[in-house]
């Protein structure tokens, strides 16, 4: 078979991207993701009206809830070597992999993506390798005019040498619309939007194509952005497209509208594959895309948006009226009933009786059960969404025990352990592709600070030969939750409790159980600051007498008439000595 020339590459590729986007419009997915955004954001009408509307949005509070159960602290991400002769180099990869994730804001991207997967039913991330550096000249040297009879030559400086994790919108991720998963999928795409100028001038692309590059698009905020018209060549922005064929196990890039490739294809450039971690909320068999909280609960938060104003229209129409005898009241007396002071006289005109003259207009009252609805939408909600009260912040109506509450609470836990543990898997993906780029890219020596255990920080020196290995990441289960302080303290104290018939058979060394207390249990840094160092063990009595040496009739010579044993140790051998006499 005759190998295609880039140009045939080129339209096979586009036409792929076009399936994929008319998938994604006949199958709906753009229009019910922007109706998951706007849910999250409180724009849940579809249209303006002039009546008055009530909104509670549930689903910011659903989604509020569960991102920061399951991502609102740093990972604890553990390395482990497959080779029991790498077990030093994965000390210093666990030590950098957990340095990068706290300064390489890799934290807050993560969380963005998992607040993606909450609200669209998937997040992408983005893992790759970043090495930008720049020409300098000494200070008061610059010969970038080149009118110095001696040129100076530029310093290179290297402003960033290492990997970066970044969230990618859901809107700009394209994939095969025959894979049902990530894995079967035979290749994926990211949109790009960059401004023309900057492509035009990114000597990484191919001069010709770069050139050739048009504005797709003009910023919403222009000064008249309906028009759409672009009157200098540099203005507006393009979209660039970066194209991964996994079946072929390609790289290239091209712009909409463009003409060829910006960068050919080439042969993948990172050992795993393609960059892109997926998080994956609820799998749908046999469907690509999960599905989100906020999905299942979109018609119930529509029923209680409705509901709750029904119940403000009724309370705004509900007002007492009067029927009263027109000829019974004269214009003092209609002032004096329609006014809403205290203790008005109203005179009645004529003799008929006052049964006859006023009475109330019946009104018409809604069933008490009208009242109830909200609450039974709230409670459906919170069954769909597994979001109890207790998670919410709210307070029980019912009295329970604390084992109940705790019974409860364990239940309610149930749904988010399985999405903290989804998390964790791709935090570990995340950094295991961390690793991998850094055994790929890395130049140089680099320093990163790890944290001893006794919390005192230490700078360690490492390059590409420190981190070679092939080693398995795990992120320690829960490390990403919040800290409850009361029950961490509380898990601490039951540990001494059930350690201490170990304790009196001897078991168990009381310093170290103290100084673990101390440190997970209260957050002390350095326990060994109030440890007190043990004395060193002393022999017993026959022993110790024993060790003496003997003098003539096999006597042990006394401390003081023994000049092996310094003279400090005389009181404490004083009790020998009187046993000895005696």
Known sequence: MARKSNSER?????????????????????????????????RHYEYYSDSDRLLVNICFSTVNVIVPSVSVNYPKITVNA?????????????????????????????????????????????????????EIYPEGEDDSDGNSEHPVTPQTVVLEDAPFAERVSCYDMFVDPDATSIKDMRWIAQRVRRPLSEVRSDKRYNKAARESVSAMAVSRYADDPSVRKIRDKDEGYAEIWEFYDIKGRTMSVFAEGGDGFLVKPMPMPYS????????????????????????????????????????????????????????AFDQLGRTALESDEDNVMVPVVGDDALGNVIAPMPAVINPPDFYNQSNVITADI???????????????????????????????????????????????????RLLKLAQQFMTGEQVARITSKNGDPVWIKYDRDYLAGDFDFEVVGGSTQPVNE???????LQIVDAMSPFAAAGVVDMGKLAAYVLQFGFGVKSPEQFMQSAPPPQPPAGQAALSMPMGAGGVPIPPAQNPTVPQQAEAGMAGFEGSLEA
């Open 382 to 432: 919170d069954r769909v969404s597994g979001v109890s009260e207790f998670m919410r912040g709210g307070v029980s109506e019912i009295r329970r025990t604390a084992t109940e509450s705790a019974l409860l609470q364990d239940a309610a836990n149930a749904r988010t352990a399985d999405k903290l543990a989804t998390v964790e898997r791709a935090m570990a993906e995340v950094g295991r």
């Open 82 to 134: 497959t080779k029991p002769e790498q077990a030093a180099e994965a000390i210093i990869a666990e030590a950098v992999v957990n340095y990068w994730w706290r300064h390489q804001n890799i934290k807050e991207e993560l969380k963005a993506a998992v607040k993606d997967m909450v609200i669209f039913g998937h997040g992408w991330v983005k893992v790759g390798y970043r090495y930008v550096e720049e």
């Open 272 to 327: 795993f594959g393609h960059p892109f971690v997926m998080l994956r909320d609820y799998d749908v068999p046999d469907q690509f895309y999960p599905l989100g909280e906020l999905e299942a609960i979109e018609p119930l938060q529509k029923e209680l948006n409705e509901t709750r104003t029904q119940m403000m229209n009724h309370r705004k129409r509900f007002a007492r009226k009067w029927l009263y005898k027109e000829s």
């Open 486 to 492: 009361s029950f961490r303290r509380q898990t601490a």
């Open 10 to 42: 080129l339209a096979v590729y586009r036409k792929k991207l076009d399936t994929s986007k008319r998938w994604r419009k006949e199958e709906g997915y753009d229009q019910i993701w922007k109706r998951m955004s706007d849910l999250y954001r409180g």
